[in-house]
């Protein structure tokens, strides 16, 4: 995980009382299971996690069998990390085939492992001994892991977002890696990737650089300053997207768009030295997440499903540092959760839930389009709001709002179905500036705003 930015004071926005919740049954979300702190033993931990949690799968940050073997059988997944400072050996093909060997095989296919991770943001170290070795002892690990006959473990690495080259408030579809480390070093680990179908894993963290005058952009919650690319014209309502096309934007830039991105880690902390953290906050942050990995994608990718792993199961009180880096965690060390989103079974929710801003059910508002919106801007509202998941057939040939067929009465439906469905705030009809709260229904014979 990158390091913390310096605290700014900022006044913390007020929530609504009122608990939100999700599906019980949770699709590719995984958590980070960090063991830094007086912690319940691991074979406990498994147990929680099978039994009270719809958390299907794990990622740790080492082998350490202990935990390995608690998950035996358990049916859930398992990311395993190769330490940082084993990379330059495993770039020898018999070390690779030991260590395979060693931390492996004695586990699999009992314990579900399901990606190894070779080391952690390793171009974040400046290690140039441990960045030249990385791919090396990549393919090296999957070729010793093919010669065992183990062909559903995949080898990748996790990646900080800092292989971005430009400041990612900016354009997303503008998102490059790094010059050096673009066509010397990710683009070969992209064709790795692509060859044998592991997928690109990075650590998005919106907490890690957001604007402190715009921390609604950062955690999903409005109102917010959108942020409208000048080149794709897409209105992005919150930093992760943001976060994720860029990154998507540089694999396209190099050849490599189709490769699959794995979230490794991202989450908000509950607790830290500025106003911004809080359990209201990490919360509102995770049920975004968790409705992404369920299938919601971004501008650029709408219609990609994330695999992704929160940070974290536990706050790890043993951890250095700033306040932050001891509240990450969606559990407590005697399993109650710090907040809710809708990962216990059953309804189990203990105190820790939080209080979350509801959407408002007072009547007489809707969003519809300004007149002063260009047709071009009707058009990307449209584009935008249909990739976001809303039910755009109405609008369509045969639907009851396709007449009058005209764009400024399709957005003008559309956007106010975002708008029904984000909490009816005024920042969920801004559309950079082309949308406005309206008293009077606009609704018109079969076509129900």
């Known amino acids: 995980m990158a390091k913390a930015p310096p605290s700014i004071s900022l006044l913390l926005l007020l929530s609504a009382a009122v608990f939100l919740t999700i ?10 299971y960090g063991t830094l702190g007086n912690l319940p033993p691991p074979t406990q931990v498994a147990n929680f996690i099978k039994t009270q ?20 059988g358990t049916g859930i997944s398992v990311v395993v990390t190769v330490p940082n400072g084993d990379i330059p050996a495993l770039a020898n093909g018999r070390q690779a085939r030991r260590w395979v060997s060693a931390n492996i095989l004695p586990f699999h296919p009992q314990t579900k492992i399901k990606y190894i991770s070779v080391g952690n943001e390793i171009l974040l170290t400046g290690d140039n001994n441990m960045i030249n070795n990385l791919l090396p002892a990549m393919r090296n690990l999957n070729n010793a892991l093919v010669r065992a006959g183990v062909r559903d473990v995949k080898v990748t ?3 900080s977002l800092n292989i971005i080259a430009y400041d990612l408030t900016g354009a997303p579809s503008s998102g490059r890696f790094r010059p050096g480390w673009d066509k010397g070093i990710l ?5 790795y990737h692509r060859r044998t179908k592991s997928p690109f894993m990075v650590n998005p963290y919106p907490y890690f650089g957001f604007d402190p005058k715009n921390v609604n952009f950062a955690i999903f919650r409005t109102p917010y300053k959108a942020v409208r690319d000048p080149f794709t014209r897409h209105v992005y309502t919150n930093m992760f997207d943001a976060l994720m096309d860029s990154t998507y934007s540089a694999m396209k830039a190099l050849g490599y768009g189709d490769v699959n991105i794995v979230v490794g880690e991202t989450g908000w902390p509950s607790a830290c030295d500025a106003p911004w953290c ?20 971004t501008p650029l990718m709408p219609k990609r499903r994330f695999e992704t792993y929160i940070f974290g199961l536990f706050n790890e009180e043993g951890k250095p540092g700033p306040t932050a880096e001891r509240n990450w965690g969606l559990f407590r060390a005697d399993f109650s959760p710090v907040y809710d989103v809708g990962l216990l079974r059953n309804g189990q929710g203990g105190g820790g839930r939080p209080a979350l801003p509801a ?22 509202n449209i584009n935008w709001v249909c990739g976001q998941g ?24 559309v956007m106010n179905a975002y708008f029904q469905s984000h909490g009816r705030t005024d920042g969920a009809c801004n559309f950079s500036g082309t949308g406005m709260v309206v008293g009077n229904n606009p609704s018109n014979g079969a076509c129900k705003y």
């Open 157 to 159: 690495t996790a990646h």
């Open 187 to 191: 683009a070969p680990i992209l064709a």
């Open 53 to 72: 949690t719809s958390i299907d799968s794990v990622k740790i940050f080492d082998v350490n069998p202990d935990i390995l073997r608690a998950f035996a």
């Open 390 to 413: 809303v039910d755009c057939k109405p609008i369509q040939a045969g639907g009851s709002c396709f007449n009058p067929s005209s764009l400024r009465t399709h957005a003008s439906f």
């Open 278 to 297: 809080s359990p209201a906050n990490a919360a509102w942050f995770n049920l975004n997440i968790i409705k992404r990995a369920q299938g919601q994608g």
């Open 359 to 380: 959407p408002s059910t007072a009547g007489g508002k809707w969003c519809v389009a300004r007149s002063a919106a260009t047709n071009a801007q009707l058009q990307d």
């Open 23 to 32: 599906p019980a049954v949770i699709s590719a979300i995984g958590v980070n």
